[in-house]
């Protein structure tokens, strides 16, 4: 048996469709979650610690660093929640055709869109 299907190793030529792109997003999104949480439980720890390690953890959190990387950790967040709610949906049997999976996708680009401008006004 001979099987001639093309093989296109260039990432670059493919497309993904939304539902793919959310579901590689739900991913990543997940291990940044990971790491930040391992940044706050430190932080947490410190400051706890003494008055001096509260101070120290004050001065870094409010920097612009600092912020922009407590902005990333909660789109982080939002994201995952969405998504993790939009395959929840899927688990239970919606949103599984192509079309409704690529609807259900996009809604859930534009929410997390919204809750990250939202949390940046939050916290600047």
């Known amino acids: 048996m001979k099987k001639q ?27 940044i979650m990971l790491v930040g949480v391992g940044f706050l439980v430190w932080a947490l720890a410190t400051s706890l610690q003494s008055a001096e390690g509260f101070d120290m953890v004050h001065g870094l959190l409010t920097g612009f660093i600092a912020k922009f990387i407590a902005w990333g950790i909660m789109t982080a967040l939002g994201y ?26 996009q809604i ?17």
């Not at 497309?15 to 792109?21: D, E, G, T, Y």
């Not at 709610?85 to 599984?96: A, L, S």
């Not at 859930?108 to 600047?124: D, K, M, N, P, T």
Request: hydrophobic letters at 55%; glycine letters at 8%; aromatic letters at 10%.
């Open 5 to 31: 299907r093309p093989v296109n190793l260039d990432l670059n030529t493919i497309s993904f469709p939304a539902a793919a792109i959310s579901s590689i997003l739900h991913r990543i999104s997940g291990v």
């Open 108 to 124: 859930v680009f534009v929410l997390a869109i919204v809750l990250s401008v939202l949390a940046g006004v939050w916290l600047w």
């Open 80 to 105: 995952h929640l969405l998504a993790g709610v939009r395959h929840m949906f899927m688990d239970m049997g919606y949103f599984e055709e192509l079309d409704s999976g690529r609807v259900s996708a």
